[in-house]
């Protein structure tokens, strides 16, 4: 298990989560030992000693997701004094936060008891031993160029990149200057026959996209890096789908996805544009967690929005003639359709040839992802219920059906799919969702592209975890309580 988490995620990262861990664990024992008026045996026979002992544990444990969240794993931050300073600040904050949260739940007399003065040199001992170990010792050990045999190899990741051209060229000259990377660039691969068995930058080029499977067990690589520059995005993402059949942690080094690096600075490195495109599905967070967690917020929110929808209702039926709701087929997971429901916000028996023409020439053109201006099918009051958002709210019975998530690709119209590109479609590999990616990033923006839109999307369905959703669904509410991008 110890070794594929290395070959996956890198020795670097577990060495800083590993001590990390320990740090915080190390400063919760100081911060309770040294407030509490007890022997080391009363830590495992004292119950009210062993209630603060399981808060303080649980507050260590979540350090490693924060500052997961935070970045500081990646390269680029770690590298950083000043930036990873303030960074290890703001996870501290939280975590500590989350420390005293737990205690006030709790509520016991003992969980009380010098509290406030535990949770300061917690703080205070973490954010110093954490500057300390990460600054001082492992930034400086980790860069080093000196280090020793065993502990080079166990951190040297060997790495194989596909695409011999300039793009690929650039690359194994930038980590020949930057050997503190660690990274081992043992071969490329390309397609083009002339540059077979020939070296790059002294790296020799050993066969094609059809010896990936061959190259990375007769060579021991960890990490693919695709440099190709020039290539349709239905052939590169085929070609990604083959690096991810390897298990090594796979990088795209190109601008194909450059609007997952300009909006959500996912890169690992602060001087090499490179996306990571290997799965990230957590364990932790499954489609049935995701299942159950869909339930019990739509739920909630059902409930909740009952008195609205009454009024919302009742407001549609009074200023115009029809049904409340506008109910359509539209296109799921696997391509497959369902029925959907929203606040009617356009007059009955109206025209769709317009929409279908915007959305045709949207697709086909590539053009900016912009909503269709001045309909004139939209209602007063559905221009009101568009603008925030509102007319989406019935689809949360589709989300507790099951049809939907609270968080995927937006569903499309049968007539807006036929014009999808074969690579577009594959964004229906998970449930759709009632905001996404797109939505928060992409809603209605001149400078997002549909194909960029559809990146976002693909980059969701490989990366879905409980932080990702949360952080969508959060940045969904500033989208719609001030009404930004909608119509």
Request: overall charge positive; hydrophobic content about 45%.
């Amino acid at each position: 298990m110890i070794s594929d988490f290395i070959k996956k995620w890198g020795a670097k990262k577990l060495i800083l989560s590993v001590s990390d861990l320990s740090i915080v664990l190390i400063s919760a024992f100081a911060a309770l030992y040294t407030t509490n008026n007890v022997k080391f045996i009363d830590f495992i026979t004292d119950l009210a000693v062993i209630e603060k002992v399981l808060i303080f544990l649980i507050g260590c444990l979540l350090i490693i997701p924060i500052f997961r969240y935070y970045q500081l794993y990646k390269h680029k931050y770690f590298l950083r004094i000043g930036e990873q300073t303030l960074l290890m600040l703001k996870g501290l904050l939280i975590n500590s936060i989350f420390i005293i949260i737990l205690i006030f739940l709790v509520k016991t007399q003992e969980a009380l008891h010098e509290s406030r003065t535990q949770v300061i040199i917690y703080f205070g001992s973490s954010l110093i031993l954490l500057f300390l170990m990460r600054v001082v010792v492992l930034r400086r050990f980790l860069r080093s160029n000196y280090i020793g045999g065993n502990i080079k190899e166990i951190l040297t990741r060997r790495a194989l990149a596909i695409g011999a051209g300039n793009l690929g060229e650039f690359f194994a000259e930038i980590l020949t200057i930057k050997p503190h990377y660690h990274i081992e660039l043992v071969a490329f691969l390309d397609d083009d026959p002339d540059k077979l068995h020939k070296k790059i930058n002294r790296i020799p080029v050993m066969g094609t996209t059809d010896d990936i499977g061959k190259i990375v067990e007769d060579q021991e690589i960890d990490e693919i890096f695709i440099t190709i520059q020039s290539i349709e995005n239905k052939r590169l993402l085929d070609l990604i789908e083959k690096c991810k059949l390897t298990n090594c942690h796979v990088n795209l080094v190109s601008n194909h996805f450059d609007i997952v690096d300009a909006k959500l600075d996912e890169g690992e490195y602060h001087d090499l544009k490179l996306i990571s495109v290997s799965p990230k599905l957590s364990p932790l967070y499954s489609e049935k967690f995701k299942r159950i967690f869909d339930i019990v917020v739509s739920g909630l929110m059902i409930i909740a929005f009952t008195p609205v929808w009454l009024v919302l209702g009742l407001g549609i039926k009074l200023t115009t003639k029809g049904p409340v709701f506008f109910k359509a087929d539209v296109i799921g997971k696997n391509g497959k359709s369902f029925k959907w429901f929203k606040f009617r916000t356009m007059y009955s028996n109206n025209d769709p040839h317009l929409h279908q023409a915007h959305l045709e020439s949207l697709i086909k053109e590539d053009k900016g992802y912009k909503k269709l201006s001045n309909d004139p099918r939209i209602t007063l009051i559905g221009r009101l219920l568009r603008k925030f958002s509102i007319d989406e709210l019935p689809q949360l019975f589709s989300v507790f059906k099951g049809d939907m998530s609270l968080v995927g690709p937006r569903p499309c119209l049968p007539y807006e799919f036929e014009h999808f590109k074969d690579w577009h479609k594959l964004k229906y590999k998970v449930i759709p969702g009632m905001t996404g990616l797109a939505q928060i990033i992409a809603r209605n923006r001149g400078d997002v592209t549909f194909s960029d839109s559809v990146i976002l999307d693909l980059y969701y369905a490989d990366n879905v975890s409980l932080w990702l959703d949360l952080k969508i669904l959060f940045r969904t509410i500033p989208v719609m309580v001030l009404g930004k991008g909608g119509i």
